[in-house]
């Protein structure tokens, strides 16, 4: 788009190229990165939601099979595993958000993850719209770009959006 | 030199390398130096983390049972301990997990971070690289800025006038001389073709020679070239009476393969014993438990009890190791002797260490005094003393005349010899060598 606004410089003051690099700089260094982090966020949030929605099945299996001890292998670190015994499994502590965890009942703990799946969801919701309104911005910055450049052929394209 | 012209060329260096474009490249480099520094990050992480782990795999066995939470998923936790905590299963890659104890896992994770070690120094290296690149690049951009400017001037010889003003002739003259210098060379070349192609002939000549006399050797399979004609005469001599001795044994051998198909393997393997590690020993208490029950109880006893207070297995690698000195020397009289016998040991070894992995278990059960774990089977049947004869006669002693007769010759050997065959035997059958399990099956 500038190398074709510096085609068209001759028509142009100076005023509109300023303003064009203006707009261009607002979406390349602010409305794009905050794009990038708004979606890195909402992918937080969704593996957090799969975090849980595991944690519910497990504890429902547990519930199914009425499990009360059991053995499992746990990882060291770097794949080393080692066998671990769990002579009661009534109790579960479960992370409960900033580091600490909360011991619960199969019960509590499902009442927990249940309202924490909703939060989770409410969420994602929040962060969807959230990028949907960036990239909006975005479209709205681009199409202030092309009205400044007064192209008609991207302006019928813009009147049709409108 | 008589028109005083411009012979060079005055280059600015902005014009070859622009600043923007140096700068640029320069950034670039920087650029991957710094990611080159990540990962070089990441890689100490790693290594840090394996030491860690080092540490605390060495740590959990000194106790029974280590209080924890365990993990439950990624959020939760349940109150639990670790047991067995000699026992840990590691990744070995692909997918592929080993039941290893705390020292094997040890092991295996000094051997990642070795690997880790030597990816730290290839990033390394590379990032020295990127350095010195950067340094050319920030420099050659300076000097663009600077406005260096570069003067090419072609390199004219002026040393004779002559040249300068026709260098036609020069070129004739050239041509010519380095015609004659061609031709002077190549006569030169050829007397030294010659000369050398004269050495190579009456060398051959000597070989052939020498080949006759070394043709009986031959016959016998002995590919031993030795250039000591010192030893040759002594040598010819040593091998006629162990052909001799030969041949009486496998007569006898042959005798002895229709009593039993097996003695043979074993007879020949008894040779071998003397000089051989535990393994052909063992192979033998099996051996001897299959044919004879009733002598074997007696001759492990013996075998074991008489081992015992011989000398341990350093005295013995410390005496191999001042023999190592003189192999050089022995190999080219012993080979005539040994390739025979190797001929025939090299295969029963091998398929000894089968057999006596898939038979050892029986040993345990019929020799109730036999230690439980295998490996102090190997540990204790690889006191074998140092004085050959003296295992060897030991082991014939489950009877076998004809066993006892092939023996008896092996201890007739002179001590050199049979020192040199157990060497050669080492080098052809490495698996006899102790072992792990693991690694043998692995071979």
């Known amino acids: 788009m500038l190398e074709f606004s510096g085609f068209r410089r001759n028509e142009m003051d100076n005023y509109r190229q300023e ?77 409960i958000g900033l580091g600490f965890h909360v011991e619960f009942t199969w019960s509590e703990a499902l009442n927990f993850i249940s309202q924490r799946e909703e939060r989770l969801a409410g969420q994602i919701e929040e962060y969807t719209r959230l990028i949907a309104s960036i990239k909006a911005q975005i479209k709205l910055v681009y199409e202030g770009i092309r009205e400044l450049l007064q192209l008609p052929a991207e302006r019928s394209v813009q009147e049709s959006f409108f | 030199m008589e028109e005083p012209t411009v012979k060079g060329t005055v280059t600015p260096l902005s014009s070859m390398f622009p600043v923007e474009d140096a700068q640029r490249a320069a950034k670039r480099v920087v650029d991957a130096l710094s990611e080159k520094q990540q990962e070089l990050n990441q890689v100490k992480e790693f290594i840090a983390d394996n030491t860690n782990l080092i540490k605390l795999v060495q740590k959990l066995p000194e106790e029974l049972h280590h209080d924890i939470m365990v993990p439950f998923g990624k959020a939760a936790f349940f109150p639990g301990r670790l047991i067995h905590t000699n026992e840990f299963l590691v990744l070995l890659g692909e997918g592929y997990y080993a039941d290893r104890t705390s020292k094997q896992t040890v092991e295996i994770l000094n051997r990642r971070g070795k690997a880790l070690e030597s990816q730290v120094n290839s990033i390394k290296a590379m990032m020295q690289d990127f350095q010195a690149e950067a340094s ?88 031993a070239k030795s250039d000591k004609e010192i030893y040759e005469d002594e040598e010819y001599a040593r091998m006629m009476s162990r052909l001799d001795k030969f041949e009486q044994e496998e007569l006898a051998a042959e005798i002895d393969n229709e009593v039993d ?37 007696r001759h492990s006893e013996e075998l074991r009890s008489s081992k015992r207070p011989q000398r341990t297995k350093d005295k013995k690698t410390s005496e191999d190791f001042s023999n190592n000195f003189c192999r050089q020397q022995d190999l080219s009289d012993q080979s005539c002797t040994d390739l025979t016998v190797q001929a025939v040991t090299r295969d029963i070894v091998k398929s000894s260490n089968a057999e006596k992995a898939s038979m ?84």
């Open chain 2, 360 to 443: 050892l278990p029986e040993v345990k059960e019929k020799d109730g005094a036999v230690p439980s774990s295998k490996n102090e089977v190997s540990a204790q049947s690889s006191k074998p003393g140092i004085d050959n004869s003296e295992v060897s006669a030991q082991t014939s002693k489950p009877g076998f005349d004809i066993q006892k007769a092939f023996t008896g010759s092996v201890v007739e050997h002179t001590p050199k010899i049979q020192t040199s065959t157990w060497e050669q035997a080492e080098i052809s059958s490495k698996p006899s060598k102790p072992v792990s399990r693991f690694k043998m099956q692995r071979r």
């Open chain 2, 261 to 297: 198909e097996d003695n043979q393997g074993n007879a020949a393997k008894s040779d071998k014993e003397s000089d051989e590690d535990e393994r052909a020993i063992t192979d033998f208490d099996q051996f001897s438990d299959q044919i004879a029950p009733d002598h074997n109880f």
């Open chain 2, 136 to 223: 050319f690049f920030d420099a050659t951009a300076n000097e663009a800025a600077e406005g260096l400017v570069e003067i090419r001037e072609e390199y004219v010889e002026e040393n004779s006038s002559e040249r300068v003003s026709d260098p036609g002739s020069i070129k004739q003259r050239l041509s010519s001389f380095s015609e004659a210098d061609n031709t002077n060379v190549e006569d030169e070349e050829y007397a030294r073709m010659m000369s050398r192609l004269d050495e190579l002939e009456q060398e051959e000549l000597a070989a052939e020679v020498d080949n006759e006399v070394d043709e009986d050797n031959q016959n016998q399979g002995n590919t």
């Open chain 1, 19 to 95: 303003k064009v690099q203006k707009f261009e700089e607002f979406v390349d260094r602010r409305l794009k990165p905050d794009l990038v982090s708004a979606i890195a966020e909402r992918d937080k949030v969704f593996e957090q939601q799969k975090i849980f929605s595991d944690l519910r099945r497990n504890i429902e299996n547990l519930e199914k099979n009425s499990v009360t001890s059991l053995r499992t292998m746990v990882n060291l670190g770097s794949e080393v595993y080692m066998q671990a015994d769990v002579p009661d499994t009534q109790r579960i502590f479960v992370d």
